[in-house]
């Protein structure tokens, strides 16, 4: 059974631009959420996914947002690049969004560098 | 707004010594605790976790140990070895409904196991 995949692993982009990420999440799987690691900060919830709704939300300014398409697969998309979007970018399947009830699973990330 | 506060930061471990690290959190609603280990370049992976009717639960090496009343719960790691080092987080996970949780991560521990 394939595990959650996600797409590129690694990325430069300059201040300014903008970046999608892709991540596929193990098949039944559908929901999706989406972390922002950095070394200060840990992990921070950007928003989750279920069955092509944005169900959750977090604290991350408008700039960041995502999609999820009738596969499940799920992608994140970042405008006006900043250097302080540097982060490796993670995303988590599970069966329901209920972590309690079924295991969630990340995938490997994806590392943004923004010069 | 709720969060999970971790200690230590950073611990430095001499290999076959124990190893504790400790997460403190804010939703009373809270009823369940994962641990997860990230190793370097790596996803994180679910190593442990301890539901709210449980004040111990252990698995080998690794234990994890609640106190609801405090509201805080330990990783307990006993006779370390070198492939123990790695960044820990500890989560609070709250229900919001049958499907959906709330879920908030800990900063994470940075493990090293010293030979």
């Known amino acids: 059974k394939a595990g959650v995949t996600q797409t590129p692993r690694y990325l430069i982009k300059t201040r300014g631009q903008q970046v999608t990420l892709s991540c596929s999440p193990i098949?039944?799987?559908?929901?999706v959420s989406w972390y922002q690691q950095t070394p200060g900060q840990g992990l921070q919830f950007l928003f989750e996914?279920?069955?092509?709704?944005?169900?959750n939300k977090g604290n991350f300014p408008g700039r960041f947002s995502g999609r999820q398409f009738s596969n499940s697969r799920s992608e994140m998309n970042v405008s006006t690049l900043e250097l302080g979007d540097s982060a490796l970018y993670l995303c988590?399947?599970?069966?329901?969004?209920?972590?309690?009830?079924?295991?969630?699973?990340f995938g490997q990330g994806t590392r943004l560098t923004v010069v | 707004g709720e969060n999970v506060e971790q200690h230590p930061s950073t611990l430095s471990v001499q290999e076959g010594d124990s190893a504790v690290i400790k997460c403190t959190y804010s939703d009373s609603a809270s009823n369940y605790f994962p641990w997860y280990k990230q190793e370097l370049g790596k996803r994180p992976q679910l190593i442990i976790d301890?539901?709210?009717?449980?004040g111990e639960k252990k698995d080998q090496r690794i234990a994890v140990t609640l106190n609801k009343t405090a509201k805080h719960f330990s990783l307990h790691i006993t006779e370390t070895q070198p492939e123990d080092s790695a960044v820990y987080f500890c989560?609070?996970?709250?229900?919001?409904?049958?499907?959906?949780?709330?879920?908030?991560f800990g900063k994470g521990t940075r493990l090293h196991i010293l030979p």
């Open positions: 301890i539901r709210s009717n449980v």
């Open positions: 996914y279920f069955s092509e709704t944005q169900r």
């Open positions: 989560a609070a996970i709250s229900p919001r409904g049958d499907r959906d949780d709330k879920i908030i």
């Open positions: 988590a399947s599970s069966l329901s969004g209920a972590w309690m009830n079924t295991e969630a699973f």
């Open positions: 098949s039944g799987h559908r929901s």
